[in-house]
T-cell receptor, first 113, second 116 residues
Framework: DAGVTQSPTHLIKTRGQQVTLRCSPK?????VSWYQQALGQGPQFIFQ???????QRGNFPDRFSGHQFPNYSSELNVNALLLGDSALYLC????????????FGPGTRLTVL | KQEVTQIPAALSVPEGENLVLNCSFT??????LQWFRQDPGKGLTSLLL?????REQTSGRLNASLDKSSGRSTLYIAASQPGDSATYLC???????????????FGTGTRLKVLA
């Protein structure tokens, strides 16, 4: 079992550009959550997907959007990038909608210049 | 609004010491609490998950306790080693989820350095 995988590992963009990050959940998991972790901070919840729908969203602007595919993989899209979007983006998965343990991927480091 | 605080923010200890990391949360209505380890620039590695009905969990040299009513959890690391150097994060899930979904609310972490 490969666990949660994310791509790419690192990404450099300039202000105003758009970016897409990808996540494949752990085998058997169908719920995917995305978190943003700024340097020196704890991760902040962006949103969660289940059954291809966004189920809950944190305090992030509409520039942040996502998608979940029938195979449960997910994408995070960020439009009109700002310098403040520079962070480590983490994907987490769990089976179902319960409160069981979440498993995190290695993250994508996004740098906005 | 749930807030999670971790004290101390940073800690440096000599190898072999036993140490305690603290996590406090403002709303005791939690479903579970999870401790993670994060190496620099890396993702999160789960260490221990404590359900709200449990008092503690143990894994090897790690022991985590939970006092839900007082809003506190501690992570005890026995006989610390240089390889334990990392940031330790705690996260709580609310007892009553929004829209039927559970999310994690994280603390800002404790940066641990174990000196050889």
């Amino acid at each position: 079992d490969a666990g949660v995988t994310q791509s790419p590992t690192h990404l450099i963009k300039t202000r105003g550009q758009q970016v897409t990050l990808r996540c494949s959940p752990k085998s058997g998991h169908d719920t995917v959550s995305w978190y943003q972790q700024a340097l020196g901070q704890g991760p902040q919840f962006i949103f969660q997907y289940y059954e291809e729908e966004e189920r809950q969203r944190g305090n992030f602007p509409d520039r942040f959007s996502g998608h979940q595919f029938p195979n449960y993989s997910s994408e995070l899209n960020v439009n009109a990038l700002l310098l403040g979007d520079s962070a480590l983006y983490l994907c987490a998965s769990r089976p179902g909608q319960g409160a069981g343990e979440q498993f995190f991927g290695p993250g994508t480091r996004l740098t906005v210049l | 609004k749930q807030e999670v605080t971790q004290i101390p923010a940073a800690l440096s200890v000599p190898e072999g010491e036993n140490l305690v990391l603290n996590c406090s949360f403002t709303d005791s209505a939690i479903y579970n609490l999870q401790w993670f380890r994060q190496d620099p620039g890396k993702g999160l590695t789960s260490l221990l998950l404590i359900q709200s009905s449990q008092r503690e969990q143990t894994s090897g040299r790690l022991n985590a306790s939970l006092d839900k009513s007082s809003g506190r959890s501690t992570l005890y690391i026995a006989a610390s080693q240089p390889g334990d150097s990392a940031t330790y994060l705690c996260a709580v899930s609310p007892e009553f989820p929004t829209s039927g979904t559970y999310k994690y609310i994280f603390g800002t972490g404790t940066r641990l350095k174990v000196l050889a």
